[in-house]
């Protein structure tokens, strides 16, 4: 009985997928453009459909991990702290003023909006605002708990005001 | 077989090239251990022959008359020469412990060694903070106005003491210049310290010796040792802001620099660029190698590095940018003109 449950578990390992990661952007996704999302549902001469763009990235640990700290390298921090936000608006919450979709966080991350946020399309290629789009969605849970992790991969700590003085060093 | 079994040694030396090796000190503190390294070696070498050749004696003996018979049967000694065989035993078995115990005391005497300066008079402090894959190397100073920072490439000056502060930004590192010192950890929130110090000019190669993700092995720096007015000259050129580009071509690439995501990461003084997360380029001409210690510094190479750094590295932090293929020669033309 035993063995049989440890022949049945060694089975079920097999269907268990490594998540393939593939570090290298595709030259699709570098390009740098802007409108994902319209902004209005009201179309003159009657509304068209539009496709709906997804993130290429979602629910990809890696990609999340990546626009985690990328969330820090390009200062989304300096003024949305660690989502909990300061100068520029939280961004774990409910009601997203511009949307909450990926297009939109797409959008808004390309052409900023109104009363700060910056216009970051032209800077940073496309590959990386869909990883920071997929961080932020992860913030609120919109991204697979599978995905996400529970902490970061590296110690955020740093160290305490670093003395020059070193005894009977002269520099 | 016994032609490869030669070949062995050979292969052995290769180990100790005159760039990244313990064996081959350049400094006093390398010097110490490379000591205790031999004096290891040899006493422990003589030991293992002696043991070796005590054990193969009575194998090539001739045989006393002990034939058919067990031989617990036949060849129990009498008591008189079990007492002198558990004599010998207890006196090797001393001698052994003694021997330990003086390993252990020159190991101490060796690991106090290396861990102090000869002399602290007119010593450098050198901070260096790991990062995933890439030292930031900052010259501290009283005056402000004289901080150099730069990238992957320290400067010593021979014949002084330079203490070492270690830091990390993300994971644990550890630095090792074998041909100058042991290795030191890098960790985060905690400052770590080793003191270099080379008695020769010359370049010394340093890796990465605590596994920290994906491109570990290319964590590389490198250690160049040269004499005092040699290294002003390097520090008083570091000290400089960047040189402004000069042809039209240069003038280009450095619209690029800035009109790109390179401006967000990297620092070229004199410009916008102000990014605190990758290597300081003000003076990347100057340096001889790029990607931490991974490509010789050349125009080439820097081509394919920005054209397609995860090719090079693969996983690295640098952006994948969207370089048109004419931007990628102007742009490569005013980076190597950052001397």
């Known amino acids: 009985m035993r063995i049989l449950a440890a022949l049945a578990g060694l089975l079920a390992l097999t269907s268990c997928k490594e998540q393939r990661v593939d570090v290298r952007p595709s030259p699709a996704r570098l390009a740098v453009f802007s409108g994902a999302a319209r902004e209005s549902e009201i179309q003159p001469g009657g509304s068209q459909s539009q496709p709906v763009v997804t993130n290429p990235v979602e629910g990809n640990a890696y990609a999340i991990s990546e626009g985690q700290r990328l969330f820090n390298w390009y200062n989304c921090s300096g003024c949305h702290a660690n989502g909990g936000g300061g100068i520029g608006p939280p961004l774990i919450k409910q009601v997203w003023t511009y949307g909450g979709e990926p297009a939109n966080l797409f959008d808004t991350i390309i052409k900023g909006r109104p009363n700060g946020m910056p216009a970051w399309g032209g800077r940073i290629p496309e590959y990386q605002i869909w990883q920071i789009v997929a961080y932020v969605r992860s913030l609120n849970n919109l991204e697979p708990r599978t995905a996400t992790p529970a902490r970061a991969d590296t110690l955020e700590t740093r160290p305490g005001t670093i003395q020059n003085e070193v005894k009977g060093v002269t520099k | 077989m016994k032609r490869a079994a030669w070949c062995l040694p050979l292969l052995l030396s290769a180990c100790a090239g005159p760039q990244q090796s313990a064996l081959d000190p350049g400094g006093s503190h390398a010097q110490g251990t490379a000591n205790l390294w031999w004096f290891f070696s040899v006493l422990l070498g003589i030991i293992f022959l002696l043991v070796f050749g005590a054990w193969l004696v009575p194998l090539f003996r001739r045989n006393r008359g002990v034939d058919s018979q067990l031989l617990e049967q036949t060849h129990r000694p009498p008591a008189a020469t079990e007492w002198t065989l558990a004599k010998r035993v207890g006196a090797a078995s001393g001698v052994t412990v003694l021997i330990l115990f003086g390993l252990l005391v020159a190991s101490i005497v060796t690991g106090h060694a290396v861990s102090q300066p000869q002399s602290r008079a007119n010593g450098m402090v050198v901070e260096v903070t790991g990062n995933q894959w890439w030292w930031y190397v900052r010259y501290l100073n009283d005056d402000a106005s004289r901080i150099v920072v730069t990238a992957n490439e320290i400067h010593i000056p021979v014949g002084r003491p330079v203490l070492i502060r270690e830091t990390s930004n993300d994971v644990i590192h550890s630095f090792w210049v074998p041909g100058l010192q042991g290795k030191t950890d890098l960790i985060p929130s905690r400052v770590t310290t080793q003191w270099i110090e080379a008695n020769q000019a010359g370049r010394f190669r340093g890796q990465c010796a605590e596994f920290c993700g994906l491109q570990h092995a290319h964590m590389a720096l490198w250690v160049v040792a040269e004499p005092e007015d040699k290294f002003e000259s390097w520090m008083n050129n570091q000290l400089k802001t960047a040189v402004p580009p000069s042809t039209p071509d240069q003038?280009?690439?450095?619209?690029?620099?800035?009109?790109?995501?390179?401006?967000?990461?990297?620092?070229?003084?004199?410009?916008?660029?102000?990014?605190?997360?990758?290597?300081d380029l003000s003076h990347l001409a100057s340096r001889f190698t790029i990607a931490a210690g991974t490509l010789p510094n050349t125009k080439g190479n820097l081509a394919g590095w920005i054209g397609d750094p995860q090719a090079v590295k693969p996983g690295n932090h640098m952006a994948t940018l969207p370089l048109r293929s004419e931007e990628v020669q102007p742009l490569v033309d005013y980076l190597e003109s950052l001397q």
Do not use: E, R
């Open chain 2, 251 to 279: 003038v280009q690439g450095q619209q690029i620099f800035l009109n790109h995501a390179c401006v967000l990461c990297h620092t070229i003084s004199g410009t916008t660029a102000a990014g605190q997360v990758a290597p």
